[in-house]
C-alpha cells in the first residue's frame, strides 16, 4: 500500500497545512500561527473539506487566544468575537461552525468551574485535538461500515474530494477504498474531476494515487456513460451539511449523479461523519449555498476560456433530496429511511444523543 496523505498536523506551537490549491504539481507545507492566516487558508481553500476545515478552524480559534492576557470574563467576549469571525471563512459546510461550537463550549464549561485563564486555553488546543483524533476514528468507522455494502471487484464511483486530504485520515468516502485496499479487495474507483478548480482531478485522483488505489479520473459528463456500460455498482460521495430531513449538500453535480444512479439503478451512499448533520436546519432549503468568483469558470490554469464579458453562475454545492439517498453511513452504523422512504433523522437512534 502506498502512503495515505494528511493535510492538517498540529506540531511544535503551530498549524501546519497541505496547500491545496498547489496540489497535484507541488506538495507544500505552509505554517500558520495567526487566526487571520486560518481564516484566509480556509477562505481560499488551502485546506478544504468539510472536516478538515472544522479542524483548522478550531486550531485557528486557539491560536487567535493564546496569547491573551485578559480577565476570563473579557477573555470569553473576545473568544466569542473570533469564533464568529471564523465562521465567515467558509458557508455551507457545517462542520466549520460545529467545531467553533465545540471550543466554546468547552470555555463555558472551565470558566463555571472557576478555571483559571491558563487552563482555559490549554482546554480549548486539547479540545482542538480531540476533534481530530475522532475525526480520524469516525472515517476508519464509516470505512468499516461501507464495506459491508461493497464486495471485492465492485466500480465505484465518487466525486468531490471527500478523501484524507479532507479529514483527519482516510476520508469519508474514500475510507472504504484504504481499508479494501489493506484487506487485498480490489475496487475499481472512478472519480469526477469536479468544480470548483477541479478537485476531484486534482486532489482525489492524488491522493488515491498516491496509495496505489486503482483509480480512473473521469469528466463529471461521463458518469451516465460508465453507468449505462455496467462499470458503476455503487456511488458514494461525502457531505457538507445533512439537513434534519436527509436532504444533503455535496460539491456541485452531486445531484445529477444521484439522479442517474437511480435512472440506472445503481445504489446512492453518502459517507456522513455526525459532525456533518445539522439536526439545526430542517431541509436542503435552509442550507446556505457558498457562489465562488465566476473567474473559476471563465479561466482554466490562467488562461481565459469564456468570452469576456459573459454570465456566470458558479455555486460550489448543490442538494441531493432524501428520496434519491439509499442510505447514510456513518462512523455509528448506516442509516436506511424508513418504511415511507422518510430519514427522520434527529429521532434516528444511532444520531440521538448519548
Ligand atoms: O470545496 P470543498 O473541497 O471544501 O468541498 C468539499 C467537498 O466537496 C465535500 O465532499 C466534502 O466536504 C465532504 S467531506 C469529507
Known amino acids: 500500500m502506498g502512503k495515505i496523505v494528511q493535510s492538517v498536523e498540529w506540531n511544535n506551537d503551530r498549524l501546519?497545512?497541505?496547500?491545496?490549491?498547489?496540489?497535484?504539481?507541488?506538495?507544500?507545507?505552509?505554517?500558520?500561527?495567526?487566526?487571520?492566516?486560518?481564516?484566509?487558508?480556509?477562505?481560499?481553500?488551502?485546506?478544504?473539506?468539510?472536516p478538515a476545515i472544522g479542524m483548522a478552524a478550531a486550531y485557528g480559534l486557539y491560536l487567535g487566544v493564546r496569547d491573551s492576557k485578559e480577565h476570563e470574563d473579557d477573555f470569553l467576549l473576545s473568544l466569542e468575537k473570533k469564533a464568529a469571525y471564523l465562521t465567515t471563512a467558509r458557508p455551507t459546510a457545517v462542520n466549520l461552525c460545529w467545531a467553533i461550537e465545540r471550543l466554546l463550549n468547552r470555555a463555558y464549561q472551565e470558566t463555571a468551574l472557576g478555571s483559571q485563564l491558563p487552563k482555559i486555553k490549554a482546554a480549548l488546543?486539547?479540545?482542538?485535538?480531540?476533534?481530530?483524533?475522532?475525526?480520524?476514528?469516525?472515517?476508519?468507522?464509516?470505512?468499516?461500515?461501507?464495506?459491508?455494502?461493497?464486495?471485492?471487484?465492485?466500480?465505484?464511483?465518487?466525486?468531490?474530494?471527500?478523501?484524507?486530504?479532507?479529514?483527519a485520515k482516510y476520508g469519508t468516502a474514500t475510507a472504504p477504498f484504504y481499508l479494501a485496499k489493506a484487506r487485498g479487495?480490489?475496487?475499481?474507483?472512478?472519480?469526477?474531476?469536479?468544480?470548483?478548480?477541479?478537485?476531484?482531478?486534482?486532489?482525489?485522483?492524488?491522493?488515491?494515487?498516491?496509495?496505489?488505489?486503482?483509480?480512473?479520473?473521469?469528466?463529471?459528463?461521463?458518469?451516465?456513460?460508465?453507468?449505462?456500460?455496467?462499470?458503476?455498482?455503487?456511488?458514494?460521495?461525502?457531505?457538507?451539511?445533512?439537513?434534519?430531513?436527509?436532504?444533503?449538500?455535496?460539491?456541485?453535480?452531486?445531484?445529477?449523479?444521484?439522479?442517474?444512479?437511480?435512472?440506472?439503478?445503481?445504489?446512492?451512499?453518502?459517507?456522513?461523519?455526525?459532525?456533518?448533520?445539522?439536526?439545526?436546519?430542517?431541509?436542503?432549503?435552509?442550507?446556505?449555498?457558498?457562489?465562488?468568483?465566476?473567474?473559476?469558470?471563465?479561466?482554466?490554469?490562467?488562461k481565459r476560456t469564456a468570452p469576456e464579458g459573459i454570465k456566470i453562475y458558479n455555486p460550489a454545492f448543490d442538494v441531493t433530496p432524501y428520496h434519491l439517498i439509499t442510505a447514510f453511513i456513518t462512523e455509528k452504523g448506516i442509516v436506511h429511511p424508513d418504511q415511507h422512504g422518510q430519514y427522520n433523522l434527529p429521532i434516528h437512534p444511532l444520531l440521538q444523543k448519548k
Open 16 to 50: 501546519i497545512l497541505l496547500d491545496q490549491t498547489q496540489l497535484p504539481a507541488q506538495t507544500v507545507y505552509i505554517e500558520l500561527t495567526e487566526i487571520v492566516d486560518v481564516w484566509e487558508a480556509i477562505h481560499t481553500l488551502k485546506v478544504r473539506g468539510a
Open 125 to 167: 488546543l486539547e479540545e482542538a485535538l480531540f476533534i481530530q483524533l475522532e475525526d480520524e476514528e469516525a472515517c476508519r468507522n464509516i470505512g468499516e461500515h461501507a464495506l459491508t455494502l461493497f464486495k471485492d471487484d465492485m466500480g465505484i464511483l465518487t466525486h468531490c474530494n471527500a478523501g484524507s486530504l479532507a479529514t
Open 185 to 302: 479487495w480490489h475496487l475499481k474507483v472512478f472519480a469526477g474531476e469536479t468544480r470548483p478548480v477541479l478537485q476531484g482531478a486534482r486532489l482525489t485522483a492524488w491522493e488515491l494515487q498516491q496509495a496505489d488505489i486503482d483509480v480512473t479520473l473521469l469528466c463529471d459528463n461521463m458518469a451516465a456513460m460508465v453507468m449505462a456500460k455496467g462499470w458503476i455498482q455503487a456511488v458514494i460521495v461525502g457531505t457538507d451539511r445533512v439537513a434534519a430531513n436527509g436532504d444533503t449538500a455535496n460539491k456541485i453535480g452531486t445531484y445529477g449523479l444521484a439522479l442517474l444512479a437511480k435512472a440506472h439503478n445503481i445504489p446512492f451512499y453518502v459517507a456522513a461523519p455526525t459532525s456533518s448533520i445539522d439536526l439545526q436546519t430542517m431541509s436542503g432549503l435552509d442550507i446556505p449555498i457558498e457562489e465562488r468568483p465566476i473567474e473559476e469558470v471563465a479561466a482554466v490554469l490562467g
